[in-house]
């Protein structure tokens, strides 16, 4: 059965871009169309689709808040979002991914880019991930609607009342625990692969660092240039610990999370004590640059004596080469997400193959798991 899909845009010339890329595939169809977020909520209380392709900027209710109301009424639908590649579009596209939209797909700069196929698959692949993708991973958890409920009911005329009812409970958020640990034995890397879902995902795990860490942390995270300045910036004010994107040879430090660029590959390199780190241009690896392989490759000749591995939501399989690769000339420990709180378990589902995972955890344990192994000052 073909998926069906919702188009949320203002623009007609943007709808049947989109259109005329789904009628290409056959595993799609388009099921109706909504000219902003007020039509758009309304036709997803009224049915069902397997995804939704949402724009941001509309009049009479944007994306971001069609997503809020969705949220607060607690009506779900997998979105993927239509993005914009300025400053402005990254930080609306990190608010949206936090208010339960599954992955972005940023718009060409004109509609004749729209015929390249490179832009075509990729937005086709990422379709069907978010049609398949667990919406539960993805949701925030909030306060039951109320008086908001009613309020949008008189400004948009929607009656919320007749969705579908949902049969579990919101999932609860997860507490943020002071843990303290006896200080690793050792010097320890950390270093994260993430993926599909991540973002918001990671907002369960930066945060809960603390800055005093035995280790400096990688992070590699699939996003496109500009997208991963304003996720460091994001995490950063969240996060005791400090956060910061990558610049070139940024020094390693103990309480630091290092943030790969977009477009950017990350090698740690170790002519000099602690090491330091590299943005490089390399080809594309596993589809994605920056790609988690080459930083874990990177730390095969490091003065680490260990590893630790953390492999997030995802979809494909980056990480897993690089791990093995590791593994073979050092010591690692790898800690793989759960399928259950997976957006995509992709990523993980491959490492877990392999054999190397030390340990298989929640989402809200990954913090403490790391903490653990790694210890605090």
Request: hydrophobic residues 40%.
């Amino acid at each position: 059965m073909k998926k069906k899909i919702l188009l949320v845009d203002d623009s007609a010339l943007m709808r049947r871009m989109w259109r005329d890329i789904i009628d290409m595939d056959d595993r799609f169809e388009v099921g109706d169309v909504a000219v902003n977020g007020a039509e758009g909520f309304k036709k997803i209380v009224a049915g069902k689709y397997d995804a939704v392709v949402l724009d941001v900027y509309m009049p009479q209710m944007t994306g971001l808040q069609m997503l809020e109301e969705m949220q607060k009424s607690n009506v779900r639908a997998n979105v993927l979002m239509a993005s914009t590649t300025t400053r402005e579009g990254a930080r609306e596209t990190l608010t949206a991914l936090e208010l339960g939209a599954i992955d972005f797909i940023t718009k060409p700069e004109n509609v004749a880019d729209t015929r390249n196929d490179a832009f075509r698959n990729r937005f086709l692949e990422l379709l069907w991930v978010v049609s398949n993708a667990n919406p539960a991973a993805a949701r925030r958890t909030v306060s039951q609607p109320g008086t908001q409920k009613r309020t949008f009911e008189a400004r948009y005329d929607v009656n919320i009342h007749t969705a579908k009812p949902v049969s579990e409970p919101a999932v609860p958020k997860p507490p943020v625990r002071t843990v303290t640990y006896a200080k690793g034995k050792g010097r320890k890397i950390v270093a994260i692969a993430s993926s599909t879902g991540g973002p918001k995902a990671l907002q369960q795990v930066i945060p809960k660092l603390p800055k005093n860490l035995c280790a400096p942390v990688l992070l590699v995270q699939h996003m496109p240039k500009g997208f991963t300045l304003s996720l460091a910036e994001h995490l950063n004010e969240q996060s005791e610990i400090a956060v910061e994107e990558v610049k070139e040879n940024m020094r390693l430090e103990n309480g630091h999370v290092y943030v790969a660029q977009g477009g950017k590959h990350m090698k740690a390199v170790f002519k000099n004590s602690p090491g330091s780190l590299q943005c490089t241009d390399e080809p594309t690896r596993e589809g994605v640059k920056p790609c988690a392989n080459y930083m874990f490759e990177s730390l095969i000749d490091s003065a680490y004596d260990e590893v630790v591995c953390v492999v997030m939501t995802g979809m494909g399989a980056d990480g897993t080469e690089g791990i093995v690769n590791l593994s073979k000339s050092k010591k690692i420990h790898v800690i793989a997400q759960n399928e259950e709180t997976c957006t995509v378990y992709g990523m993980p589902r491959s490492i877990v193959q392999t054999g190397l995972v030390n340990s298989i955890v929640p989402l809200e344990e990954l913090a403490e798991q790391i903490i653990k192994e790694v210890g605090v000052q």
